[in-house]
């Protein structure tokens, strides 16, 4: 009885293993964008400055449109203290400014997930 009962047991393992080869593959990881940046030409479409009453806080929020992405980009920068103001306080509509620009691109498609401005030279 015990003989029989290994027997069956065996067999079952044995023919269990036999059927169809599929093996378990597991889906390649999603795709992560990759950085790139490039110092780009932009003119500035909007300037809007922003001073507190004793001098400490300047605030400066800055539209610029890039003609080589064909787009526009906000830029805001804050200062707290006298000896210092944010950059580009002393910028004015139709300047021509250097900005760099990060891009995050997916490589096998090309496509663009996001684009902002770095800083302002």
């Known amino acids: 009885m015990k003989k029989l009962l290994t027997l069956l047991l065996l067999c079952s393992c044995l023919l269990s293993g036999c059927g169809e080869g599929t093996s378990y593959q597991a889906p390649p990881p999603p795709e992560s964008p990759h950085l790139y940046w490039k110092d780009v030409e932009m003119t500035v479409l909007e300037v809007s400055k922003?001073?507190?009453?004793?001098?400490?806080?300047?605030?400066?929020?800055?539209?610029?449109?890039?003609?080589?992405?064909?787009?526009?980009?906000?830029?805001?920068?804050?200062?707290?203290?006298?000896?210092?103001?944010?950059?580009?306080?002393?910028y004015e509509v139709g300047d021509t400014v250097v900005a760099e620009v990060y891009s995050w691109v997916y490589d096998s498609t090309g496509e663009v997930e996001d684009r902002i401005i770095n800083q302002i030279y």
Do not use: H
């Not at 605030?59 to 000896?83: N, Q, R």
């Open 50 to 90: 922003y001073k507190s009453m004793n001098g400490q806080r300047r605030e400066i929020y800055i539209i610029l449109y890039s003609p080589d992405y064909g787009c526009s980009f906000d830029f805001e920068d804050i200062s707290i203290g006298l000896a210092r103001r944010p950059m580009g306080w002393n």
